[in-house]
């Protein structure tokens, strides 16, 4: 391995070292959703909604992933619903939570209530970070 190689490689473990990873709480049974409702009077709750056949969901969820960079003492929690495996919990959603069905789609509740959603291209993580705290 030459000079290059050992400082290259050392600069991109080094990145890859500091990556944090996203907290996902797996979104797959409708009694979750109570519970959402209860965590969301202490907690900021997200929910992302999410197309496993989705190329655009596919490429929303590595941004929002890659710019996710919130301490893990914030008081948030992130639930991951795989919508093509749980149709109904997505149905649920939005009926229980007055919002439209989109996919990709970003909920984010406060005090069971919900306070900002987005989709496709408007999902950020950074726009997450503004209703933490």
């Not at 992302?48 to 969820?61: A, I, Y």
Request: proline fraction near 2%; hydrophobic fraction near 35%; glycine fraction near 4%.
């Amino acid at each position: 391995m030459g000079l290059f190689d050992k400082i290259f490689n050392s600069e991109k473990q080094a990145k890859a070292e500091d990556k944090k990873t996203t907290p996902w709480i797996g979104l797959n049974s409708m009694e979750q959703l109570d519970e959402i409702e209860n965590i969301s009077e202490d907690k900021t709750v997200a929910i992302l909604k999410h197309s496993t056949r989705c190329g655009v969901s596919k490429m929303v969820l590595r941004m929002f992933e890659s710019d996710y960079d919130l301490d893990e003492n914030e008081p948030v929690e992130l639930y991951f619903l795989d919508l093509i495996s749980y149709r109904e919990i997505s149905n649920e959603i939005a009926n229980r939570f007055k919002v439209h069905h989109e996919s990709p789609q970003l909920i984010i509740l406060k005090n069971r209530e919900v306070v900002h959603h987005s989709s496709h291209q408007s999902i950020s993580a950074n726009k997450l970070a503004t209703f933490v705290g």
